[in-house]
């Protein structure tokens, strides 16, 4: 455990374990050397760390956590039921199955493109999207 690169990966390890991060541990259990192979918007819609109202309210970026249509601002809302967003909707999944319908779109190459799309355009149009802050 002396050389430098094993202690970055058990400390990295040790903070990867159930309850010290969110959703990506169910998805990746464990850490590795080798990538996952998901783009940014996958990653963004995974950890939901990206345009979303959800996550700018916990810096106090935002307000409130609503979209335009009076719901709360999540990736899972704007991949099933925003009208803004139809056009790249996915079949919403029961509360119990969401961990199983991540990793279904994570590794269905169509489902992958879909949500690629559906970032892009959550990155490019979150001002018609996205109610005014006030």
Known sequence: MGQPCDLAHFTLTVDWLPGKC???HDIVPRVSNKPVGW???EIMFVTGHGP??????R???RTHDN???GEKGDPIHYATKCPFTLSW?????TVSLIL???KTILTNNFSRTRLRLLMRFICDENNLIV???N
């Open 22 to 24: 969110c959703s990506t």
């Open 39 to 41: 783009n940014r918007e």
């Open 52 to 57: 979303f109202p959800s996550y700018l309210l």
């Open 59 to 61: 810096f106090n970026l």
């Open 67 to 69: 979209y335009s249509c």
């Open 89 to 93: 909707h996915f079949q919403t999944p």
């Open 100 to 102: 199983q319908w991540l």
């Open 131 to 133: 109610e005014d802050n």
